[in-house]
């Protein structure tokens, strides 16, 4: 599979690998997924032509630790879990999460980029790949609804309209009989599309992840549990509240403790999970 076949949407995802592989070569490293800078050296694409920035190679290493350290509790606590991880890209986080043999782990992306990621990555047991649109009402079918899910969207909701991402919490909410839903968020998107905009004509990248935005986002963290009648906000973090704020480049470290302090700069950067509880209140 070639990446230069790839849609732009698609694209997004070979910006978000190449953050993390760049994040592993640092010497402070957030993520330490080195699997990432593996996977970006067997693809031949130009990825620092895309002009992926500091703030974007912290910010992307950061949130997918936050996520895998989600997982992480929940797969502990389920050890019979699914692990769903939605517009997957080449993601890594199988590896990085290592869950017990006992979980299985569905990567799910449109069909072209699912073909990329199995070419680029390793065959690992109980981990699946799945091409589909989630925006498709029957994708969820294979996955066992019995067991406890955890379903996360690192990066992919930015790309789908309001209507569809209500759509596809709802569907994992009623197809799934208890779960968390996990994914990383922005608040409300205008003002930062105005200034993206301002700069995406010099940054390849940011053409690339602005130039395909759909969603507009939300300010209230309550706001998606109107998307699934069962969803109940759990946590809301800021990355730029996090201890590894520590690890970021000098500028970058000074600019996200001040931002951790007002709530509305905070939000571009948060962390979000709900909890959905079975329907009869049995566990
Ligand atoms: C910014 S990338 C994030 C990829 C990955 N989660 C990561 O963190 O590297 C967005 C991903 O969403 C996928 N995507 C976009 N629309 C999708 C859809 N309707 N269904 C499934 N995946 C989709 C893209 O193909 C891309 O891989």
């Given at each position: 599979?070639?990446?230069g076949?790839?849609?732009?949407v698609q ?6 690998a ?26 031949d694409f130009?990825?620092a032509?895309?002009?992926?920035t500091?703030s974007?190679v912290?910010l992307?290493?950061l ?5 895998d350290?989600m ?18 890209g080449l993601?890594t ?6 869950p017990?043999?006992?979980v ?8 072209e ?17 799945l ?8 994708w969820?079918r294979?996955?066992p ?7 996360v ?15 596809t919490a709802?569907?994992?909410t009623?197809?799934f ?6 994914f ?23 053409r ?6 759909e969603?507009?986002?939300?300010r209230?963290?309550h ?10 906000l ?17 500028l ?13 700069v ?9 909890r ?6 049995t566990?």
């Amino acid at each position: 599979m070639d990446a230069g076949a790839l849609s732009p949407v698609q694209q997004t995802a070979l910006a978000t690998a190449y953050a993390r592989a760049l994040d592993s070569r640092s010497p402070r490293s957030i993520l330490g997924d080195t699997l990432a800078d593996e996977v970006v050296a067997g693809i031949d694409f130009d990825f620092a032509g895309l002009g992926v920035t500091p703030s974007v190679v912290c910010l992307v290493a950061l949130r997918a630790r936050m996520l895998d350290d989600m997982i992480r509790r929940f797969v502990t606590e389920q050890p019979d879990a699914v692990v769903v991880d939605l517009g997957a890209g080449l993601s890594t986080g199988v590896f990085r999460v290592d869950p017990p043999p006992s979980v299985d782990w569905f990567s799910v992306d449109l069909p072209e980029m699912t073909a990329l990621r199995d070419g680029v990555l390793p065959h690992r047991y109980r981990s699946h790949s799945l091409a589909a649109s989630v925006a498709e009402t029957d994708w969820l079918r294979v996955m066992p609804a019995d067991r406890p899910a955890i379903v996360v969207a690192d990066g992919l909701f930015p790309f789908l309209p309001d209507a569809v991402v209500a759509a596809t919490a709802g569907r994992i909410t009623e197809h799934f009989r208890l779960g968390m839903i996990a994914f990383n968020d922005y608040g409300t998107v205008s003002r930062l599309n105005r200034l993206a905009k301002l700069i995406m004509a010099r940054k390849p990248m940011f053409r690339t992840m602005y130039g395909q935005w759909e969603f507009r986002g939300f300010r209230d963290a309550h706001h998606p549990e109107t998307w699934g009648a069962r969803m109940r906000l759990v946590e809301e973090s800021s990355a730029m509240r996090q201890p590894e704020v520590a690890l970021f480049p000098p500028l970058l470290r000074i600019g996200s403790r001040l931002g951790a302090r007002v709530p509305a700069v905070a939000s571009k950067a948060r962390v979000l999970c709900y909890r959905f509880d079975p329907p009869d209140g049995t566990r």
